[in-house]
T-cell receptor, first 118, second 109 residues
Framework: DARVTQTPRHKVTEMGQEVTMRCQPI?????VFWYRQTMMQGLELLAY????????DSGMPKDRFSAEMPDATLATLKIQPSEPRDSAVYFC????????????????FGNGTRLTVT | DAKTTQPNSMESNEEEPVHLPCNHS???????IHWYRQLPSQGPEYVIH???SNVNNRMASLAIAEDRKSSTLILHRATLRDAAVYYC??????????FGTGTRLKVLA
C-alpha cells in the first residue's frame, strides 16, 4: 500500500531552535495538507497545497511557521524560532483532487512528527 | 468554515452494531461528508465518504440524512480493534477539511 511518509517521527528541541518537518506525499497525489494535533485543540488545519501551490495557510502562525513544496515529492513545515507552545503532533496528509470544489477522494495521513520544545 | 458536532464518547459491546452520529448542518450542497478514525499513536485513517446516498464499504456504512444536515457511521459488528476516535468532516465549499473533536469509541469485550 502507498503511504504518506513523515520524518522525523520524533523531535525534541530547545526553545529558539529551528525545526524542519518533512513529508513525502503519495506518488500522483496533487494535494497536501498540514495539520497540528494537541489535546486541547484537536486537529487544526495549518496549510493546504494543490499542485505545489499554497492555497490556504490561514491556520498557520505566520511569524514563525512556513510551509513549502520544493517539488512534488516533498513538503516541508518549518518553525523558526520554536516555542514550547509548538509542542504537538504534526500530521501531513495527501490526496487527489481533480479541481472540482468538493473533495471526492480520501485523504491519506502519515503517522506524524511528535515535536517537543523544551 | 463548516462545523461538525459529534458526541464526545460512546461505548459499545463487542460484536454489536454501533451508530456514530454527526451533525453538519452548515455543510454546503456539493460537499462530500468524510469519516476518518484515529487509532492511538497513528494518523487518522479514512473510513468512508458520501454525498447524498447511503454508502457501504468493507469497513462501515454511511447513512446520510435526506436534508444532509446529519449523517451516521455504522459499524455493523464492533470489534476491539474498532476502538478509536472517529471524526466526521465536511468541506465548506472550499478545499478545507475541518476536523472537530471526534467521538471516542470504547468497545467492551
Amino acid at each position: 500500500d502507498a503511504r504518506v511518509t513523515q520524518t522525523p517521527r520524533h523531535k525534541v528541541t530547545e526553545m529558539g531552535q529551528e525545526v524542519t518537518m518533512r513529508c513525502q506525499p503519495i506518488l500522483g497525489h496533487n494535494t497536501v495538507f498540514w495539520y497540528r494535533q494537541t489535546m486541547m485543540q484537536g486537529l487544526e488545519l495549518l496549510a493546504y497545497f494543490r499542485n505545489r501551490a499554497p492555497l490556504d495557510d490561514s491556520g498557520m502562525p505566520k511569524d514563525r511557521f512556513s510551509a513549502e513544496m520544493p517539488d512534488a515529492t516533498l513538503a516541508t513545515l518549518k518553525i523558526q524560532p520554536s516555542e514550547p507552545r509548538d509542542s504537538a503532533v504534526y500530521f501531513c496528509a495527501s490526496g487527489l483532487n481533480p479541481g472540482r470544489r468538493s473533495y471526492n477522494s480520501p485523504l491519506h495521513f502519515g503517522n506524524g512528527t511528535r515535536l517537543t520544545v523544551t | 468554515d463548516a462545523k461538525t458536532t459529534q458526541p464526545n464518547s460512546m461505548e459499545s459491546n463487542e460484536e454489536e452494531p454501533v451508530h456514530l452520529p454527526c451533525n453538519h448542518s452548515t455543510i454546503s450542497g456539493t460537499d462530500y461528508i468524510h469519516w476518518y478514525r484515529q487509532l492511538p499513536s497513528q494518523g487518522p485513517e479514512y473510513v468512508i465518504h458520501g454525498l447524498t446516498s447511503n454508502v457501504n464499504n468493507r469497513m462501515a456504512s454511511l447513512a446520510i440524512a435526506e436534508d444532509r444536515k446529519s449523517s451516521t457511521l455504522i459499524l455493523h459488528r464492533a470489534t476491539l480493534r474498532d476502538a478509536a476516535v472517529y471524526y466526521c468532516t465536511g468541506g465548506s465549499g472550499t478545499y478545507k477539511y475541518i476536523f472537530g473533536t471526534g467521538t471516542r469509541l470504547k468497545v467492551l469485550a
